[in-house]
Each structure stands twice: as C-alpha cells, then as structure tokens.
C-alpha cells in the first residue's frame, strides 16, 4: 500500500566516510524508510546530482588535474547541485538525502591533500554560507579494512588509488568534523556487522 504523504518542513541530510566504508547500502534503506513515513525524499550524491554537476564527476574521478583545480570543480559541482536541486528541494518541504557533501571536501582535499580547512572554508563561505545538513552519518572505518573492501568490489577511481597514508590523513579530517559538531554527526562503527550498522543508522535518525 503506497503510504499517505505528509506534510513535513525539509531537512537535509548526508552520509560521509572514506570510500569503501558501506554507506551508500544505508543510505539507500534510510531514503527506503523516510519514504515509508510518506515524506517526499530527494535522494542524490556528490559530486554529482544535476547533469552538469554528473560531467564534473566524470572530471574529478578520471582525469589528472591540480590540487587547486579538483578543489574548484567540487564546489562548481556543488554550486550546480544547490541551485538546481537541493535548494529547490527543501524550500518545497522535501527531505534531501545526499552522499557527501561538504564534510567530503574537508576530510579530502582539506585533510587528505593537505590543503587545509581555512581554504575549503573560504569556498563554503561563498557557495552555501547559509546551508549546513540537518544530520551527518559518518561512517567511520579503519583505511586498511575500506581498501580491502574496495579491491574486492570494483576498479579504483582516482581517488581510490591514493594509499593509506592519504585515506588515513581523510579518516582524521572526518573525525575532527564530527567531534567540533557533535550535534549533526552520528558517528557509526562501519567496522560492525552489517545489522548492527543497519540498526544505528535507523535508531539515529531524526524524527
């Protein structure tokens, strides 16, 4: 029975961790479970989201470029996205759920590239000074076990590549996102039996 739609203000919310680390099996049941409570769910990704937003993920993930310009075209992307469809989607009322957001860009090229947050926090000040995620899912996951769990599941985009030393600079840049602002993130042991992820995710979960 298709369930009956309610009327419920926007939120925003993402799932963050390091590749390889099962967020997007949560993400999915999560839209799954929101939908079931007759919410009008906007599911999405970044970098990516709009068609634009899809080319410079084929960009970003593929092709060789500076630190500089990867960092530019993941808030190009990221400008498209907002304008285009998360903006649209909350002022509407619609619960947007999204793989990765800024926290990627942090923990990435802040943390992992080591370009710093004070830079990726002058691009956020321009692109959504005024939009943070209701809620944050940070899947956290020792590098070592993700990459085994990536090389077992698929060929490595550019980033994937990257070694331990870089996944392990990401996992830290997360990790001290999620500690300054305890009040978004939920932290998850992705290192946990599936079920047991399942069950944090759904118990953690706004209202």
Known sequence: ????????????????????????????????????????????????????????????????????????????????????????????????????????????????RQMGAEVVARLEALVHPDLQPDQTFYFDLPPALAAARRAQARAADRFEAEDLAFFERVRGGYLQRAQADPRRFVIIDAAAPIEVVATAVATGLLP
């Open 1 to 112: 029975m298709t369930p009956t739609k309610i009327a419920a203000p926007g939120r925003f919310i993402t799932f963050e961790g390091i590749d390889g680390a099962g967020k997007s099996t949560h993400l999915a049941a999560t839209v799954a479970r929101l939908r079931a409570r007759g919410l009008e769910v906007v599911e999405t990704r970044e970098p990516g989201g709009t068609a634009l937003a899809e080319r410079l993920r084929g960009l970003l993930l593929h092709e060789a470029m500076s630190l500089q310009t990867e960092l530019l075209l993941m808030f190009a992307a990221r400008q498209d996205h907002l304008d285009h469809l998360i903006r649209p989607a909350l002022a509407r009322g619609a619960w947007v759920v999204c793989d990765r957001f800024t926290d990627s860009t942090y923990a990435y090229q802040g943390a992992g």
